[in-house]
């Protein structure tokens, strides 16, 4: 008797460390909702998300959305900034060390023609194949808040 | 003296179609086999009617101003490659072909048939099945899309495409078309001065009809059932919707129709039945809301931030969970002469008026939206006794969000 008391402790305490991560949750394709702009996230070569310290998952369907968000949060905060790397449908990637291509051939569902990639290489082959201009997250940020 | 008129003008019929409009026939039986083959050697103002049979054949160019006619169950199969029919040009028109297995690509947005660059054109009576985008249209004027049937089947959400997809229109008309099992059913993406009407979008992944940057439009006589949700208006002017039915939009967050950033529009006489949200509002200014009916939703109308001058009169609220959802204290909303299920004043004077107002914003419904989780006591004798109380004192609520002459029948049938 004592040992499932003490088993199920164990249990429930495990179960309060695990729902304290603040680790990102993966994005239901479909089923959730952008925080930003309300539209279903479908597209997952756009998709983006922060989590913060404390745990909550905020979602979006668009990187420019997730910008849009950011300018009025603390970034001390946030656990997580994740961008759909535009080169491998479904992946997320750090924010911070992505690139960001703004290009009319992209189009993102937010009207901002705006998408991530991994490797900067990529971003730049692709700005030179369809016309558009190669950002980091920095500089990024800051052309949007200037918008 | 009418007679000979009459024959004159059929023989000039006759000449005109003898010496202008060549036929072209393309099948099994025919000197044509392939429909390219049948496109290249047409000339203006001609037409190739395509026999009853399957063409394997995809990346179609069309750039001459001439008619495509299906017979029944003619139909061309895209294998997966790419897109099946491209096409940048006037004066030309697509009718009664099958399109089936188009390419999917993340990059690249293949359709069946893709019109760029064009005026003055038509596609009708056309089957589009298993496709990834189905008619894609762009920079185009002048076109109308009527009586086709785009399907698809979403099993993978990201890899689906939009029935019918307009970038960049003016002047055009989408009516009688079904659209199911696609990403959005109809997206309007920079067009304006376009009408939709009398469609039926259902089961699609995403929207029945999505309007983003669009301004000056009308949409009436659609049915949008059991989407992700049912429309979105976002960043539009200008928008007319009347006589559309939203129905069965279920999902811990979706909607009939989304207004965000919208002004000016008019939505009238439309019915919203069983959706988690009937409507969901914001930014939205000047809107006028009259002769609609909620019926049984989860929420008839949410407002969130900066709705300004909008009108609610003659609307019928009937059974449904939350009225109306603020999320703050002020309000710059007027509802008048609704009638309102919920109601529970008397007429004394018999005028079919209510004689105390109708507050619709219930206590409940202001603290679910600051916690949704709260929503577990719903129909509670708790929640009950809350809302009680704040009706009799607003304290939380805005105070002067009422309707001060709720009607005592419903108004809409």
Not at chain 2, 34 to 41: G, T
Not at chain 2, 276 to 296: D, L
């Amino acid at each position: 008797m004592k040992k499932t008391i003490r088993l199920i402790g164990v249990l429930l305490i495990a179960l309060i460390l695990i729902s304290c991560t603040s680790e990102p949750e993966p994005i239901e394709f479909g089923k959730d909702y952008c925080h930003y702009c309300k539209m279903n996230i479908v597209d997952k070569t756009h998709a983006a998300q922060y989590v913060t310290s404390k745990g909550k998952q905020f979602k979006f369907d668009s990187i420019e959305c997730l910008v849009n968000e950011l300018k009025s949060k603390d970034k001390q905060e946030l656990a997580h900034i994740l961008v759909a790397n535009y080169s491998n449908p479904g992946e997320l990637i750090p924010a911070a060390n992505a690139s960001f291509l703004i290009s009319s051939a992209i189009k993102s569902p937010m009207g901002m023609n705006l998408s991530a990639f991994k490797e900067e290489k990529m971003a730049l082959e692709m700005s030179q194949k369809h016309d558009g201009v190669v950002y980091s997250w920095q500089t990024l940020t800051q052309f949007i808040s200037e918008k | 003296m009418r007679i000979r008129l009459f024959l004159i003008c059929i023989y000039l019929l006759i000449l005109v179609t003898n010496c202008y409009a060549k036929l072209f026939f393309v099948g099994a039986n025919e000197s044509l086999h392939s429909i390219q083959e049948a496109i290249n050697l047409a000339q203006n103002g001609d037409t190739v009617i395509i026999r009853n049979g399957i063409y394997k054949e995809h990346d179609l160019f069309l750039s001459k101003s001439i008619h495509l006619i299906g017979e029944k169950n003619a139909l061309i199969d895209g294998e997966k490659f790419s897109g099946i029919l491209v096409s940048e040009t006037s004066n030309f028109s697509i009718s009664g072909l099958s399109f089936t297995n188009i390419g999917v690509s993340y990059t690249s947005d293949l359709a069946a048939i893709k019109v760029s660059k064009s005026t003055d054109f038509i596609i009708e009576d056309c089957r589009l099945e298993n496709v990834f985008f189905g008619i894609l249209i762009e920079k185009s004027k002048r076109g109308s899309i009527r009586n086709n049937h785009v399907s698809s089947v979403r099993i993978n959400e990201a890899s689906s495409g939009n029935g019918i997809h307009i970038w960049s229109g003016d002047d055009m008309e989408v009516h009688d078309n079904e659209l199911f099992g696609l990403r959005d059913g109809i997206y309007f993406e920079f067009v304006k001065n376009s009408r939709v009407y009398s469609n039926f979008s259902h089961d699609n992944l995403r929207y029945g009809l999505h309007f983003m940057f669009s301004n000056s439009n009308l949409y009436h006589h659609n049915t949008f059932n059991n989407n992700g949700s049912g429309v979105a208006v976002m960043f539009s002017k200008f928008i007319t919707m009347h006589d559309n039915t939203f129905q069965f939009n279920w999902g811990s967050a979706s909607y009939g129709l989304l207004l965000k950033e919208i002004y000016d529009a008019e939505i009238y006489s439309n019915t919203f039945e069983q959706n988690t949200i009937g409507i969901n509002a914001e930014g939205s200014t000047r809107i006028n809301y009259r002769n609609n009916r909620f019926i049984r939703n989860g929420w008839a109308v949410k407002i969130a931030g900066a709705c300004y001058a909008n009108n609610f009169s003659k609307n019928d609220f009937m059974s449904n969970s939350f009225d109306v959802a603020y999320n703050s204290k002020e309000n710059d909303n007027s509802f008048d002469k609704n009638y309102w299920t919920d109601y529970s004043g008397y007429d004394l004077d018999k005028n079919g008026i209510g004689d105390i107002p109708y507050r619709p914003v219930k206590l409940f419904s202001f603290i679910v939206n600051n916690s949704p989780e709260a929503l577990v006591l719903l129909r509670s004798l708790f929640v009950e006794l809350v809302n009680f109380s704040e009706k009799v004192t607003p304290v939380f609520t805005p105070s002067h969000l009422m309707d001060t002459n709720p009607l005592m029948r419903k108004i809409n049938d």
